[in-house]
């Protein structure tokens, strides 16, 4: 992962450390514990009490950490290849199903054409490596989208906008 987080429309240092295969989880830190561990351990992390994070990757089911959801700071979605979409549907159920209200963050190949949707799916934070992507956020430089299929950050469609609920347009 890199050094800085994009949030809040600027590039920002980033204290979470995702954790290893079969590291240690160390004493004090902010950490990304790996979907499958968390599972595997759940126990062992419920008397930890410092802010903790998880990493889902694609193909893992939130269901099946539902109930843990507010135990996590951050829920970091993992898009290792633009052509894996499943975790926008992991971060809009986490919004929309579920109600999280921490941070939500994309990382792995994130590619300045699926900032907006991700954006529209819940993700509000963004771990970027692509330079050409991190030269054009760091500039403002994020291309629009004039229709919005996924109002997941609550600024899709208005009630009485439209009859047609799938075409949604920005107000």
């Not at 269901?63 to 290849?81: K, T, Y």
């Not at 760091?138 to 899709?156: I, K, N, T």
Request: some cysteine.
């Amino acid at each position: 992962m890199t050094d800085d987080i994009f949030r809040a429309g600027r590039f920002e240092p980033d204290d979470w450390r995702p954790l290893a295969d079969g590291e240690a989880v160390p004493a004090e830190g902010k950490v990304l514990i790996p979907f499958a561990r968390y599972v595997a351990e759940r126990d062992g992390f419920a008397g930890d009490n410092r802010p903790l994070g998880i990493l889902i990757a694609p193909g893992e089911k939130i269901e099946d950490i539902a109930e843990d959801l507010d135990r996590f700071a951050v829920i970091a979605v993992s898009f290792p290849a633009y052509t894996d979409g499943r975790n926008y549907s992991t971060a809009r159920l986490a919004r929309e199903r579920y109600g999280y209200k921490g941070e939500i963050r994309a990382v792995g190949n994130v590619l300045l054409d699926q900032v907006q949707l991700m954006w529209r799916c819940g993700i509000d934070a963004l771990q970027v490596t692509n330079e050409p992507t991190r030269r054009r956020l760091a500039e403002g430089r994020v291309p629009g989208m004039p229709v919005f299929y996924q109002p997941a950050d609550g600024a899709g469609e208005k009630p009485g906008s439209t009859t047609r609920s799938w075409l949604r347009r920005p107000g």
